[in-house]
Every structure is written in structure tokens, then in C-alpha cells.
């Protein structure tokens, strides 16, 4: 579950805030892309060894997300999950060299049709309706019949379509 609501987070991390600076990776952002692989770093610093073990279980199960970068800063993220759809819209930006979504931003390695982004994800606490709760330790998570999940980093790959 935990990797399945990163993946959702990722997803919607593909863009960010105030740019003109960039306008080639801006112009190179923009169109249909597909998420095509995501692994989870060994550490919650981003090294160590890639395990890409949550990934193709999401793709076991049909989970697939396409985003498509509009001019107007707008783009339409569309995951789909044992075959619905659902789609909303987001903004984005380019700041530099970061693709930032919502505010959300992270470093794009750009190669031809594919990008790539490293991001992390501090710990946090969720509750069973899928809420975080703020300013608890572990210990206080767990006591209180919650879940904890642990500061990971991972990778993901998109492919232009």
C-alpha cells in the first residue's frame, strides 16, 4: 500500500514552481508521457541498490499513470487501477533544472524521450482513512493503531508517447 500511495505522490511531483529560465527543458516537458518504471533505493538517502519489486506488482494488477504537460501549465495526470480511470488536472512548472507539480519540485535527468527524477519522502504517520497525522513519533503512530511509514527515496522513469 505504502508504495502504491508513493507512486501516487510521485506522479503527482512531475512539476513545480517559477520558471523562464529553462525554456528547452520546459519545450522538451511538454505532451503525452507514461510512467514506465519506478524502484524504491535501498536507503532513504538514495543509494544503495534499486528494488523494482513495487513496481511490477503495480503492473501485475493493470496500474498505469500518463501525464500529459499542457503549455498553459496545466497537465492532466491520468492513473488508471483494475481498469479505471481516473484523471484530474495539476500545475506545473520548470524552475531550473526541476520539474515541480502542486509546488512539489525534483531534478529532471532528461535523455531523448525518456526522464528520469530521484525523489524522497520524509516519514510520516497515516491513519485508517489514509489521513497523515503531523508531529507524532513511530511509537505514538503505532500505539495509536496507526500506520508508520519510514522516509524512502525512490526512482521513476517516464517515456514520451
Not at 532528461?110 to 497525522?133: K, N, P, Q, R
Request: aromatic share 10%; with cysteine.
Amino acid at each position: 500500500m505504502k508504495f502504491l500511495t508513493v507512486l501516487i505522490c510521485c506522479l503527482a511531483l512531475i512539476a513545480c514552481e517559477d520558471d523562464t529560465d529553462d525554456v528547452t527543458l520546459n519545450d522538451e516537458v511538454l505532451g503525452d508521457w507514461s510512467i514506465t518504471n519506478m524502484g524504491e533505493f535501498a536507503n532513504a538517502d538514495c543509494s544503495g541498490d534499486l528494488d523494482y519489486t513495487g513496481w511490477g506488482l503495480a503492473v501485475a494488477f493493470g496500474i498505469t499513470m500518463d501525464y500529459t504537460f499542457n503549455a498553459d501549465g496545466t497537465a492532466d495526470v491520468s492513473t488508471t487501477v483494475f481498469g479505471m480511470t481516473d484523471t484530474e488536472t495539476v500545475s506545473w512548472e520548470i524552475d531550473g533544472d526541476q520539474l515541480c507539480i502542486e509546488g512539489e519540485c525534483a531534478t529532471v535527468d532528461l535523455s531523448g524521450d525518456t526522464f528520469t527524477i530521484v525523489a524522497s519522502e520524509d516519514a510520516y504517520c497515516e491513519d485508517d482513512m489514509g489521513d497523515e497525522i503531523d508531529g507524532v513519533t513511530m511509537t505514538e503512530c503505532e500505539a495509536a493503531g496507526n500506520d508508520w511509514y519510514g522516509a524512502a527515496c525512490y526512482e521513476l522513469t517516464a517515456t514520451k508517447q
